[in-house]
């Protein structure tokens, strides 16, 4: 994801294999503030979700995303 987020940014994702794809915010202390995507993608496709921070405070917030594979993660700034 683009770092610093105003208010909307777009995280892009594709993966070699099918798979079912949980893409989650987290606060710091680990707490999920938001789910922008919960869905099954095709192998080789490229994704794109657009996330609008909603009431989120400005700070600074984890992007997990999980797949049948694992998981990984990418820092978030959000700014006021």
């Given at each position: ?54 009431g ?25």
């Amino acid at each position: 994801a683009p770092n610093p987020v105003k208010d909307l940014t777009r995280i892009k994702f594709r993966f070699r294999n099918d798979s079912k794809v949980v893409l989650q915010i987290h606060d710091f202390s680990g707490k999920v503030v938001a789910t922008p995507f919960r869905g099954s993608i095709t192998a080789n496709r490229d994704y794109e979700v657009l996330f609008d921070r909603g009431g989120l405070p400005g700070s600074t917030y984890i992007c997990k995303i999980s797949t049948d594979g694992g998981r990984s993660y990418e820092k978030l700034i959000i700014i006021e």
